[in-house]
């Protein structure tokens, strides 16, 4: 159980087009989701958490406009990156909290994403 | 806010010694502990993890140890196998709060 997929799990673009990386809880509720990214041998850094039905909450420095969050079920969650430049390449990966679940995420296995 | 400091940020061991990986955390309310496991160009993985009122977690040749006083935690793989070799992620949340994660310890296992 507690499995959460996203899909692509790698994608290249051109600088300045959209990206959009889906992510999905497949056996159980997420009220919660929450997206990260992460740059080669670093740790992983909240980008923003979102909630079902509600805006997203953007950590600091994160650009709202930038990074189009949707989590319009309780099992999809959607990262659009918009007007994507080379400095938004990174490994972006989602994680889901199960409904009624304070504490426990569960990790995607992420999205590779190199704008060139 | 919370901070959470991990050492060592490598380690190797031969195949069948035991690996040990520390935590630090600074916010005595956090009261939530995961251990995260994440292979080359994958998500991390929940191995174990242990609530503040537990001083210790086991399951198989993982271990989790808690020393609220101290504001530690300690991640414990014994009879270690090349398979275990992987970065390895700590975490600390308390009620309501986001996971702060650690900068992570990359277990090397030596056949």
């Known amino acids: 159980g507690a499995v959460v997929s996203q899909h692509p799990s790698r994608v290249i673009c051109k600088s300045g087009t959209s990206v959009k990386i889906e992510c999905r809880s497949l056996d159980f509720q997420a009220t919660t989701m929450f997206w990260y990214r992460q740059f080669p041998k670093q740790s992983l850094m909240l980008m923003a958490t979102s909630n079902e039905g509600s805006k997203a909450t953007y950590e600091q420095g994160v650009e709202k406009d930038k990074f189009l969050i949707n989590h319009a079920s309780l099992t999809l969650s959607t990262l659009t990156v918009t007007s994507a430049h080379p400095e938004d390449s990174s490994f972006y990966i989602c994680s889901a909290r199960a409904s009624g679940v304070t504490d426990t995420q569960y990790f995607g296995p992420g999205t590779r994403l190199t704008v060139l | 806010g919370e901070n959470v400091e991990q050492h060592p940020s490598t380690l190797s061991v031969q195949e069948g010694d035991s690996a040990v990986i520390k935590c630090t955390y600074s916010d005595s309310a956090s009261n939530y502990f995961p251990w995260y496991k994440q292979e080359l160009g994958k998500g991390p993985q929940l191995i174990i993890d242990?609530?503040?009122?537990?001083g210790e977690k086991k399951d198989q040749r993982i271990a989790v140890t808690l020393n609220k006083t101290a504001k530690h935690f300690s991640l414990h793989i014994t009879e270690t196998q090349p398979e275990d070799s992987a970065v390895y992620f700590c975490?600390?949340?308390?009620?309501?709060?986001?996971?702060?994660f650690g900068p992570g310890t990359r277990l090397s296992v030596l056949p």
């Open positions: 975490a600390a949340t308390g009620y309501g709060q986001n996971f702060v």
């Open positions: 242990i609530r503040s009122n537990v």
